[in-house]
């Protein structure tokens, strides 16, 4: 059951957060290693939240579309579940990793099968188990086509400078594919699978789009979202579950303890928060902190539910 929400207080409380955020000298910095995204300007914040009954409510800049990177990982999960349901934790864990997002030391301590879905070479298996169901062929990505419709967006399209940006700088992820593919955990050609993940990261969305798009992980798996996402409750719950766990790499335990909700963080600055039975919450702003999370956007997420009284704890 969806609760009762004060759309005036989200307003106010979110108008009153974009002037703050707007003032903030320190906004941490642009991610450098993917060239394209460092282009960025520093200066921007935006934020929306997606009621379950109701039209976005947002300020600043919630129109700008911004690279959703590892934001795409929570889609590509919905997508792989879709295909092959529970075997997929035969490839892929569900335990945080403590470590950085694109780090090889643990893979090989662990023989090919990632901690998580949400680290990079967890998110290129999915990629994989995806492929293998999906040709992506003909310019249609399911990720995207799943953003599409759960937004109502046919326009949200990949940046293809963000996507030649990562092809060209992607080593590290080509060298976490290598290995998995040695290990027996890849079962495509290294080149594709990266490409398809590649290019899940390289989609853009605004805020607005993204809070609508994560909606479903909201509703407890029920109503029409749910049902475009081919969520049932119980996924729902577990994909909150790995969110609030491992969403937000090596500072997912400082997220949940700061925030206490379910997130996912990108590198392109954006970060989706879940507070279920209410709705989402999406904050962006490019400056990243050291583990790769944006500054401002867990500072207005973490104000906004505390001001609001959202947690699952
Ligand atoms: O593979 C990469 O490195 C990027 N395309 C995505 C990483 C990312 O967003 C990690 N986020 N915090």
């Given at each position: 059951?969806?609760?009762?929400?004060?759309?005036?207080?989200?307003q106010?409380a979110l108008d009153d957060i974009a002037s703050r955020m707007a003032g903030e000298?320190?906004?941490?910095?642009?991610?450098?290693?993917?060239?394209?995204?460092?282009?960025?300007?520093?200066n921007q914040f935006g934020i929306a939240v997606?009621?379950?009954?109701?039209?976005p409510i947002f300020a600043g800049d919630a129109d700008v579309?911004f690279?959703?990177?590892?934001?795409?990982?929570?889609?590509?999960?919905?997508?792989?579940?879709?295909?092959?349901?529970?075997?997929?934790?035969?490839?892929?864990?569900?335990?945080?990793?403590?470590?950085?997002?694109?780090?090889?030391?643990?893979?090989?301590?662990?023989?090919?099968?990632?901690?998580?879905?949400?680290?990079?070479?967890?998110?290129?298996?999915?990629?994989?188990?995806?492929?293998?169901?999906?040709?992506?062929?003909?310019?249609?990505?399911?990720?995207?086509?799943?953003?599409?419709?759960?937004?109502?967006?046919?326009?949200?399209?990949?940046?293809?400078?963000?996507?030649?940006?990562?092809?060209?700088?992607?080593?590290?992820?080509?060298?976490?594919?290598?290995?998995?593919?040695?290990?027996?955990?890849?079962?495509?050609?290294?080149?594709?699978?990266?490409?398809?993940?590649?290019?899940?990261?390289?989609?853009?969305?605004t805020c607005r789009?993204?809070a609508?798009?994560?909606?479903?992980?909201?509703?407890?798996?029920?109503?029409?979202?749910?049902?475009?996402?081919?969520?049932?409750?119980?996924?729902?719950?577990?994909?909150?579950?790995?969110?609030?766990?491992?969403?937000?790499?090596?500072?997912?335990?400082?997220?949940?303890?700061?925030?206490?909700?379910?997130?996912?963080?990108?590198?392109?600055g954006g970060?989706?928060?879940?507070?279920?039975?209410?709705?989402?919450?999406v904050a962006w702003s490019p400056?990243?902190?050291?583990?790769?999370?944006?500054?401002l956007a867990?500072?207005a997420?973490?104000?906004l539910?505390?001001?609001?009284?959202?947690?699952?704890?």
């Amino acid at each position: 059951m969806p609760k009762q929400i004060d759309i005036a207080k989200i307003q106010s409380a979110l108008d009153d957060i974009a002037s703050r955020m707007a003032g903030e000298s320190d906004r941490g910095e642009v991610a450098s290693y993917i060239p394209e995204l460092s282009r960025v300007p520093l200066n921007q914040f935006g934020i929306a939240v997606a009621p379950l009954n109701g039209p976005p409510i947002f300020a600043g800049d919630a129109d700008v579309p911004f690279s959703i990177q590892s934001i795409s990982k929570v889609f590509a999960l919905v997508v792989a579940l879709g295909h092959v349901g529970a075997t997929l934790w035969r490839r892929v864990g569900r335990e945080p990793s403590g470590d950085p997002f694109n780090s090889i030391v643990q893979l090989e301590f662990e023989r090919g099968k990632p901690r998580n879905p949400f680290i990079n070479p967890g998110a290129i298996v999915v990629s994989d188990v995806i492929l293998e169901h999906e040709s992506g062929e003909f310019g249609r990505h399911p990720v995207l086509e799943l953003c599409r419709r759960l937004a109502d967006a046919p326009d949200i399209s990949v940046d293809e400078e963000v996507f030649a940006s990562e092809v060209k700088t992607g080593d590290r992820n080509r060298a976490l594919a290598y290995f998995m593919l040695a290990e027996g955990n890849i079962k495509g050609e290294v080149k594709k699978v990266t490409e398809s993940y590649f290019r899940q990261c390289s989609i853009a969305m605004t805020c607005r789009q993204l809070a609508e798009a994560t909606r479903f992980l909201a509703s407890g798996g029920e109503g029409p979202d749910a049902e475009i996402a081919g969520v049932t409750p119980e996924r729902t719950r577990r994909i909150n579950a790995l969110m609030m766990t491992c969403g937000c790499y090596d500072a997912s335990g400082e997220v949940a303890f700061r925030i206490g909700l379910p997130c996912k963080s990108g590198v392109g600055g954006g970060v989706v928060a879940i507070a279920p039975s209410v709705g989402s919450i999406v904050a962006w702003s490019p400056g990243l902190d050291e583990k790769g999370n944006s500054v401002l956007a867990l500072k207005a997420i973490e104000e906004l539910a505390h001001g609001l009284g959202w947690s699952v704890f």
